[in-house]
């Protein structure tokens, strides 16, 4: 699986997994920003961006641009996160210089004034879309309360009122800000040819000029309050927890993934037995987040409106055990095994070694193969988790409850 990167003059970097086996090419184009970047002004403008490139460019159309990735039978898309913004392809092998064209000729967006006002009715669109979708904004209401004022609390597709407030003139200065050589890199997996990508990714943006954008890399204060986002002819209520975590960057991050896997794998975990086997819930789960210098446990269960409570105060108390307690060993194994195999699993494809190395490489500046990231999680001990859980208590958190209930609805013995 032989490896390689490029960095031209001005700081972009290309990075390459060569695997000569394959019939497929899937590059990606990893922009390093996204709505942590974003001034309260700016709110949204990252999402919209994304939308706006793929609006046209100085040469294709909209519609040029659809027909082309058509016409090599691109599997393509692009998306956009709280650190990073992705545009990516995955082609027949033969077909890689014309997906290069078509991916890097897209961050190079025209940004028309009437392409701009039809989509940001796209975006409102999508914002109140996700309103009436369950969890019904309850994430993003979630990390509001978690994170308060820090960029990190500000949900990815913005606000009604801060999409509509926005102007083209806005985005044309973010885009000059932030798309940069030193924010790019362009990672690919598969049948790839080095040197042409190098060279076409030189073509497209050599003369592009750094200017050192930085990023704001305060750490958020945690609050732990409880919200109710009530909705009153919703039929189930859907509980969100959130703590602190390991960063990105930090090792325990393998251990605290484990110990939510133990915890709230959505099968076989303690979550999965207590509560999901049961009948008692729809589904419960926990997971970790990392960002740079900030990191977050999410718990999610989703329920009867009259059993919320309940449920909420045993999941706290599945919570204690595991911090006090501890993983056992037979769990541990289990969930290295299950994050192992799915990491080696998921190899199998090009497009996920593309996003693996390409997300590696913007945020750490790393190259690991599947076999080292696996083998990552298979060395973490049930004193490497315990000492994780010490680090980051997944207790006191920050909830929020997502349906008919209200907060006059509080047993007196669980109000905070």
């Not at 691109?74 to 990516?88: F, I, K, L, P």
């Not at 996700?130 to 309850?138: I, S």
């Not at 989703?302 to 006090?324: K, Y």
Request: a negative charge.
């Amino acid at each position: 699986m032989p490896f390689r990167n490029h960095r031209l003059d001005n700081g972009l970097e290309i990075i390459v997994e060569n695997l000569p086996e394959s019939h497929v090419a899937s590059i990606g184009c990893f922009v390093r920003t996204g709505a942590r970047d974003e001034r309260l002004d700016e709110w949204g403008l990252s999402h919209f961006l994304e939308h706006m490139a793929f609006k046209g460019t100085p040469t294709r159309s909209a519609f040029d641009v659809g027909r082309d990735f058509d016409e090599i039978g691109s599997h393509s898309n692009a998306q956009t996160g709280d650190e990073r913004t992705v545009y990516y392809g995955s082609v027949l092998a033969e077909y890689q210089s014309k997906l290069g064209d078509i991916l890097f000729d897209l961050l190079r967006p025209t940004l028309k004034q009437e392409d701009f006002d039809t989509e940001k009715q796209v975006i409102l669109e999508e914002i109140a879309m996700y309103a009436d979708q369950p969890p019904f904004g309850a994430d993003d209401l979630l990390r509001e309360v978690f994170y308060g004022d820090h960029p990190l609390g500000r949900s990815i597709l913005g606000t009604t009122e801060s999409v509509t407030a926005l102007t083209s003139d806005q985005m044309r200065d973010y885009f000059a800000r932030r798309y940069r050589p030193e924010n790019l890199v362009i990672a690919a997996a598969g049948k790839i040819d080095e040197e042409a990508l190098v060279a076409q990714a030189k073509e497209y943006f050599g003369d592009w000029k750094p200017n050192g954008p930085t990023r704001d890399l305060s750490l958020p204060k945690p609050n732990f309050e409880r919200r109710f986002l009530v909705k009153p002819a919703v039929k189930q209520e859907y509980v969100l927890m959130m703590s602190a975590g390991p960063a990105a960057d930090d090792e325990r991050r393998y251990a605290m993934r484990l110990a939510m896997q133990a915890l709230g794998d959505d099968t076989g975990s303690r979550y999965y037995w207590e509560f999901v086997d049961s009948g008692l819930a729809e589904y419960a789960v926990a997971s970790s987040y990392e960002f740079q210098g900030a990191g977050a446990t999410m718990h999610y269960v989703c329920c009867n409106p009259e059993d919320a409570f309940s449920i909420t105060e045993r999941m706290e108390e599945l919570q204690r055990e595991l911090m006090e307690g501890g993983v056992t060993e037979d769990e541990l194994t289990r969930a290295k095994n299950k994050v192992a195999s799915g990491i080696l699993l998921s190899s199998e494809k090009t497009s996920s070694r593309m996003f693996s190395i390409g997300s590696n490489w913007l945020t750490r500046g790393i190259y690991q193969t599947p076999r080292e990231i696996a083998q990552q999680y298979l060395s973490v001990t049930v004193d490497d988790v315990n000492a994780a859980l010490a680090a980051f208590p997944l207790l006191p958190s920050a909830s929020v409850f997502a349906g008919p209930l209200e907060e006059s609805a509080v047993p007196n013995e669980t109000a905070m």
